[in-house]
DNA sequence: TATTGACTTTGAGCTAACTCCAAGTGATAA
DNA sequence: TTATCACTTGGAGTTAGCTCAAAGTCAATA
């Protein structure tokens, strides 16, 4: 596949795949002869991971560290396995924050709703 | 308040405090005689609002706009609504995109932990 | 043959949200 | 009185994660 593809594929510019590999996020991408990248199976694949974390906010930096443990094999498995959880931990608190904020909007909008329909013609500001 | 105390209370620095408040995040805070910042039960309101959508990284142009709306009075509940509306949709497809990602970390992690005790000795390496 | 168009590289530039620094002020402690 | 300390300001610096620009290569088309 050529970077155009994955690019639409992934909906992720050129740009950032080169810059994905640059970075060491993706093991060397396959070239043809004239140096033009033709992406495999496995570096799809690393793609749609990385994506799916950034999708997230999981750091660069640790998708990088995640993605050399994972070139090293086997002996790095527990290492991985406390670095996913890390995340994961990570992930779990942002959860709960987005929640928080989630039912307070929820909240608010409620009442802007029923000051729009005249509900309440008392209401103080309170944020 | 003062904003060592202030800082304290929120856990924000004393940089970012002023930040905000420079940015126009906060209508200006009272000062004593000698211009010290006196932060009064509005302007911790204010912060406590702030410190609560920036944890869900909520933008702080989209804050400012809220901001000026609410100082501007009830003529502006309908497009505070509609931003406010606007925001929760943001944060549910964040709260999406983590869910999913925690998902996969979960199942990940497990696999790793049955690699560790040697239940999956067949294992192929697949994101 | 000439040009188009997708690719390549290197390296600079950008944005958000802080974060830090230098220089100054004013009240309190020794 | 002198020194300390928390505060003040303006403005520069930092970090993450892209994003863009310039200059070049190569295959395919007019």
């Not at 640059?22 to 396959?30: D, T």
């Not at 959880?85 to 987005?98: A, H």
């Not at 929820?106 to 005249?118: P, R």
């Amino acid at each position: 596949m050529t970077i155009a593809e994955v690019s639409k594929k992934y909906d992720l510019t050129p740009d950032t795949l080169r810059y994905y590999e640059k970075v060491g996020l993706l093991s060397p991408v396959p070239r043809t002869k004239n140096g033009i990248r033709d992406y495999d199976e496995q570096s799809c694949k690393r793609i749609e991971f990385v994506k799916c974390m950034r999708n997230a906010g999981v750091e660069i930096e640790i998708l990088i560290k995640y993605m050399t443990l994972l070139g090293k094999g086997k002996s790095t498995v527990k290492e991985r396995k406390e670095l996913l959880e890390e995340q994961r931990k990570k992930l779990l608190e942002k959860q709960k924050n987005i929640n928080e904020t989630i039912n307070r909007l929820n909240y608010k909008i409620k009442i802007y709703e029923e000051i729009s329909l005249g509900k309440r013609k008392d209401f103080t500001e309170d944020l």
